[in-house]
């Protein structure tokens, strides 16, 4: 496996080692000891997994309290994944990092608690698997704003995105709930 940081030092891309042959493929997509060795120390207690169709943008997602961890990877079709650094005290606040993860790659994304999260659907359709490290609670549930001017994320496509009303009326960073 190699671990590789990002622009956000934080976030980590992940390229797990696959063993292939003729028969198909194998490759772990987590192992506890494997990951802690590479600085990922994290207990995962819930796994998610959706399906979306093109242009179905997910997010920006986090939790203000009972912030998670994500370690997220596509097992079909392919997304532009970004997170975006909402820890006041980080010399990166406000930052995101983008990059597409696709099924045929197998790379991961690590993203620490402390970051909005979300990914648009670039192929026909996209299974997305995540790892979370602490419970979904909606009450703390919060959303930014995907298309707030002052992220400058450059999302992939020219047609406006199919979004969840709850993602539609995102926060603007300037207004956000934000860790410390």
């Given amino acids: 496996m ?3 940081p990002t622009a956000l030092r934080d976030v980590l891309l992940i390229e797990p080692k696959v063993f292939g042959d003729a028969r198909g493929f194998f490759f772990e ?3 506890r000891r494997a990951f802690a060795a590479a600085g990922i120390d994290a207990e995962f207690v819930q796994d998610n997994h959706s399906r979306s169709h093109r242009g179905v943008l997910r997010g920006l997602h986090y939790q203000i309290e009972h912030a998670q961890g994500k370690l997220v ?3 079909e079709g392919e997304v532009f994944d970004v997170a975006v650094d909402l820890r006041r005290s980080s ?3 406000g930052r995101h990092v983008a990059i597409n993860l696709s099924a045929r790659d197998r790379r991961m994304l690590y993203i620490p608690p402390g970051f909005a999260h979300g990914f648009l659907v670039v192929s026909e359709s996209a299974d997305f698997l995540y790892k979370t490290t602490d419970y979904w609670y909606p009450e703390h549930e919060r959303t930014l704003l995907w298309n707030d001017g002052a ?4 999302w992939p496509g020219d047609m406006a995105p199919t979004l969840a009303p709850k993602d539609a009326a995102g926060t603007p960073l300037a207004a956000a709930d934000v860790y410390r």
């Fill in 29 to 31: 997509s987590w192992n």
């Fill in 151 to 154: 992220l400058a994320i450059a």
């Fill in 2 to 4: 190699r671990v590789e």
């Fill in 73 to 75: 990877r596509v097992i």
């Fill in 91 to 93: 010399p990166t606040f």
